[in-house]
């Protein structure tokens, strides 16, 4: 148990659905991360939710639509998702100190999307 | 921005033996340095970490070394056993608040009993 719970574990959504990934910190933490991890490849962070700016990555498609209402929530909203986004998603959160350093990083366990 | 190489991308020992995994970093303002570890079917988990103030940090079987001016760091771990196989990650961190980790490619360990 490391404080940051995904839900749901599985998910099998065709490519025409539109589904929602959801991750709670229990930490107290002040940010919040979407990784994409994908077979053979690095971990790829996706969006960061930070001292209230969202900060993102360029090279994600506009299928992928975060949504952070709250220090300690954090959403991904899917909707008409290609195979190739099959990987698994995992949110993480850590604390940023005012002096600009970065704590570690604590992960949730992850959620397997399959896009059919 | 940061870049972070990790090597090799696959390693397997003999139970017992030691295992050495290196990472390299591009940007000289990284201060923080973890190392994180995951196992089949869940998340990444922290095992241990350095700052850039030490250069090295051991726990136990597990010893992170630093090398501030060549901007390298690597992950030791002595007497190795079969829950010690896991996909391990190095990662950076720049001195930004909004700079979150960068992290390594990963190496898959495999200690054959």
Known sequence: ETGVTQTPRHLVMGMTNKKSLKCEQHLGHNAMYWYK???????????????????????????????????????????TLQPEDSALYLCASSQIGRAGLNTEAFFGQGTRLTVV | GENVEQHPSTLS??????????????????????????????????????????????????????????????????????EDSAVYFCAASIKSRNTPLVFGKGTRLSVIA
């Open chain 2, 13 to 82: 020992v003999q139970e017992g033996d030691s295992a050495v995994i290196k990472c390299t970093y591009s940007d000289s303002a990284s201060n923080y340095f973890p190392w994180y570890k995951q196992e089949l079917g869940k998340g990444p988990q922290l095992i241990i970490d350095i700052r850039s103030n030490v250069g090295e940090k051991k726990d136990q079987r597990i010893a992170v070394t630093l090398n501030k001016t060549a901007k390298h760091f690597s992950l030791h771990i002595t007497e190795t056993q079969p």
């Open chain 1, 37 to 79: 991890q994908s077979a053979k490849k690095p971990l790829e962070l996706m969006f960061v939710y930070s001292l209230e700016e969202r900060v993102e990555n360029n090279s994600v498609p506009s299928r992928f639509s975060p949504e952070c209402p709250n220090s300690s929530h954090l959403f991904l909203h899917l909707h």
